[in-house]
């Protein structure tokens, strides 16, 4: 009986272990929905580690707290990879050439990022669309998040 409860406090404490060094990453696409193919369209992969906390401020009482000298714009990363993507417009309308060829290119992604043993948490997306005459832009976006 001994041995059974020291051989589950040992798988327990091996299971906190894995899950408290759970590494998370995010990549997002971009694909433009500007018709004549003049739209930009990519696969964005951060470079840099950042501490979210240097730009987190509290509030008390309507107060914000002082954050010390980070200012926004040093939330910029210097460092990220772009890979290119075609438009899913052309002047003749919506290329679905382009279309299966995004999903070529998304699909080298993630199997790439799985043989490194990244699994697909979850998938996010959204679209902000043509708004009608005289509009002609907009874009459709998915952030994948994988966790390690």
Known sequence: MKKLIIAAFLLGSVICEVNAQAQFKIITTIESIVPGGIGRSRIIENGTEIDYEQFTTERTDGKKSEQGDVK???????KFSET???NFFSMAGINFQNVAS??????????SLAKEGWE???????????????DGQGIFITRYIFKK
């Open 84 to 86: 290119k993507m075609l």
């Open 72 to 78: 926004r714009g040093d939330a910029k990363v210097d």
């Open 102 to 111: 995004n999903d070529a290119l998304a699909t080298s992604m993630l199997n």
């Open 120 to 134: 697909l948490f979850t998938v996010v997306s959204g679209v902000e669309s043509d708004a009608g005459k005289g």
